[in-house]
């Protein structure tokens, strides 16, 4: 079993910075591929970015040139660092941990709002 728990979540101004961190339990964390996605109210969730095991990134167009995902296997973590925020980036955080066979896992999310 895997338990993910994020943080880092807050308020900021637009045009600030936030890291976002989620730390999971468990093991076999290394092969997971991670990921962060977002649900801003009356939206679906919608995928943020992804890494791999291997440290293969993905981002939402978005995203990109924004905000970049990162992971540090020995403390089973894995980051968000987002830059040059907009109101529109303000949604609830959730992380995402999929291990295949091991199974998908859901931290329970944190909060994100960028107003001034």
């Known amino acids: 079993q895997v338990q993910l728990v994020e943080s880092g979540g807050g308020l900021v101004q637009p045009g600030g910075s936030l890291r976002l961190s989620c730390a999971a339990s468990?093991?076999?964390?290394?092969?997971?591929?991670m990921g962060w996605y977002r649900q801003a109210p009356g939206k679906q969730r919608e995928l943020v970015a992804t890494?791999?095991?291997?440290?293969?990134?993905n981002y939402a167009d978005s995203v990109k040139g924004r905000f970049t995902i990162s992971r540090d296997n020995a403390k089973n973590t894995v980051y968000l660092q987002m830059n040059s925020l907009k109101p529109e980036d303000t949604a609830v955080y959730y992380c995402k941990g999929e291990g295949g066979a091991l199974g998908r896992y859901w931290g329970q999310g944190t909060q994100v709002t960028v107003s001034s």
């Open positions: 890494i791999t095991g291997g440290g293969r990134t």
């Open positions: 468990g093991d076999f964390f290394s092969i997971f591929t």
